[in-house]
């Protein structure tokens, strides 16, 4: 019997450049045949997680969990009682400034709880003068009125203080000997890690300039730059994955403002469980497309114009089938058309269109 498959090499190049002519066609073609020129098939997989294109992203702390503490006062560092990487608690204190602005606030502190004091110790007289009769309510209510805004007044300079991180003990103390007068603390408003602290002791600081980062210990997320065309079949709360790893992330937050820069849209997704990965470490992640379906390799498909086709192993020998197929990264999702398992061509794809076509037929 005369071969078909003589001149195969410029059959591979005729293959590639002529139009497909059949929707569907079988093949027949012996298992000898196969094996010597070198076509290998392998099994269609269904994708999951693992499956589609890879980005780098960026491992981040949580956008919800970081709390930023700024100097409230212009000053200088006195102190750093807590140093990066360390757990602190609620109340306690990271930071000492000291500035000269922050003493005209606690003067005012002083004078206002003195007024405070003041006021009611006046009320407290007029009522009992009231109930004797001696004064009219009038003079009661003039009284009362001074005593509230007194204490108003007190309470308004005591939260400035309070955000400056007086609690009740040191406001007395404060108060009782001028313990801290002059400085001011940053207080941990939750536990937290202090995960990074800006400026040394002795370094001047502008008030609202930043100084501590803290982070309340919920679970990383990851920054990641997509195409446009990547993230527009992207949906809130889709799982993604790290490459290699096993490890999943549901997306969370979408920009759509296209980064003229470099033409991309910004995803962030939050690890689905606890991580080991650090803050700041590049890690490969796995887009998959928003529909599900089979996963043709890109070495499976033989394009003719707009024309896909692929080449599925049967008992009689390989048919042919042109499928409509979804870009997923250097691969593609079938939705319909191909079954798990099946076995398609993944090397030799080429030799089979042009055997397909009839191409070398003459020798």
Sequence with gaps: MKSTFKRFPALIILALCTPALFAQENITISDADISRMGI?????????????????????????????????????????QR??????????????????EIIAV??????????????????????????????????????????????FTQMSTRAQLTLAGFNEARLNALRENGTGLGTYSL??????????????????????????????????????????????????GQTISVAGTGQTLTLRQKDFAIDSSNQTIELFAEFDSETSFTTGQIVSVVLPPSRMGMLIPDRAVVHSGNVATIYVRTDSGVEARELELLSVGADYLAETGVRAGELIAIQGSAVLKGIQLGLGSGE
């Design 187 to 236: 207080v941990a408003p939750a536990g937290a890690v202090l995960t990074q602290r800006m400026g040394n002791v002795g370094d001047f600081v502008e008030a609202n300039t930043p100084l501590v980062f803290l982070n309340s210990g919920e679970r990383r997320w990851v920054s990641v730059h997509v195409p446009g065309r990547f993230a527009a079949d992207m949906a809130i």
């Design 83 to 100: 140093n990066s990487g360390d757990v602190v608690s609620a109340g306690q204190t990271l930071a000492t400034i000291r500035s000269p």
């Design 106 to 151: 606690q003067n005012d502190w002083i004078a206002a709880s003195a007024a405070a004091d003041s006021a009611q110790f006046e009320l407290s007289k007029d009522q009992a003068l009231f109930d004797q009769g001696v004064i009219s309510q009038q003079r009661l209510i003039q009284t009362r009125n001074r005593a509230q805004q007194a204490m």
């Design 40 to 80: 290998v098939f392998a099994a269609v997989q269904a994708m999951d997680n693992n499956s589609g294109a890879r980005f780098a992203a960026t491992v981040i702390n949580s956008p919800d969990s970081v709390t930023t503490l700024s100097a409230r006062y212009s000053g200088v560092i006195e102190q750093w």
